[in-house]
């Protein structure tokens, strides 16, 4: 007995989607992503929509089918549109620059430090305190923003670091005199 998702991923106009087995392939504007679908989840492509269905309606199962539709839709968007994180740096001499491809972060160490984008990531410095990540796999943007950020997380005394641009940083009342 199969079970259809509530929810089927509408394919845009420009996107292509080969279903070969476990495995998706899509591809569009921005670029082409694949993945492999979990064993007892299966992947149906009907009247230009992706329909996820899922074998019984046990607990291992309804996650299976949850975590592979998401990732399906942010595929079906990362080709279409992309994905985008925003980092903020706070902090006197705390800047980037792009050098080429990859950018360059002075962050108060006595050394600048020079990350370099992974294949399908692209970084934008419209300002010296301010990074864009940039990519058709979220989950790619994500990683790198946050390996970004951990190069120096924001403190909570003086907010200097880096950060997300959605994020608060929860300041601390330093010691009192």
Do not use: C, W
């Amino acid at each position: 007995m199969s079970r259809i998702g509530r929810s089927p991923i509408p394919i845009p106009d420009g996107v292509t989607v080969d279903l070969d087995g476990q495995r998706v392939a899509v591809k569009g504007p921005k670029g082409e992503l694949e993945h492999t679908v979990a064993a007892p989840i299966t992947v149906v492509l009907s009247d230009g929509e992706l329909r996820v269905e899922r074998p019984t309606d046990r607990g291992p199962h309804r996650a299976l089918h949850g975590l592979s539709r998401s990732l399906l839709a942010n595929m079906v968007t990362g080709v279409t549109d992309g994905f985008s994180r925003e980092l903020l740096i706070e902090g006197v001499g705390y800047r980037a620059q792009l050098k080429g491809k990859s950018i360059e972060l002075s962050l108060g160490y006595s050394h600048s430090i020079t990350v370099d984008p992974p294949e399908g990531i692209q970084f934008e410095v419209p300002e010296p305190t301010q990074i864009f990540v940039r990519g058709v796999d979220k989950q790619a943007v994500g990683q790198v923003a946050a390996e970004i950020r951990d190069l120096r997380p924001p403190e909570p005394y003086k907010g200097k670091g880096v950060r997300y641009a959605t994020e608060t940083v929860r300041r601390k009342v330093g010691k009192r005199a």
